[in-house]
């Protein structure tokens, strides 16, 4: 079975960071891209970042910057560094790999 799950989410004020973590398990995980997206109260789901099997990345302009992705095929875990945190981060973030996607990590950015 499939599994992801996020951890890491929390409350931070405007310019702060945060490190969101995406454990997999079920599935070859250094054979899958991965991505997070988010999800803002009210709005559709928005791709954030992707890193893929050969190690390349690719973000969204809003975070581009600001946000690194980087994985550890060692420890099938997948990580988001998000720095120069803004309100608009504001969102549930989701982890996504092999067709499946985790539950969520909430992240609130909020003075």
């Known amino acids: 079975e499939v599994q992801l799950v996020e951890s890491g989410g929390g409350s931070v004020q405007p310019g702060g960071s945060l490190r969101l973590s995406c454990a997999a398990s079920g599935f070859t995980f250094s054979s899958y891209s991965v991505s997070w997206l988010r999800q803002a109260p009210g709005k559709g789901l928005e791709w954030v970042s992707s890193v893929y099997t050969t190690g390349s990345t690719d973000y969204a302009g809003s975070v581009k910057g600001r946000f690194t992705i980087s994985r550890d095929n060692a420890k099938n875990t997948a990580y988001l560094q998000m720095n120069s945190l803004k309100a608009e981060d504001t969102a549930m973030y989701y982890c996504?790999?092999?067709?499946?996607r985790g539950q969520g990590t909430q992240v609130t950015v909020s003075s």
């Open positions: 996504s790999a092999a067709g499946n």
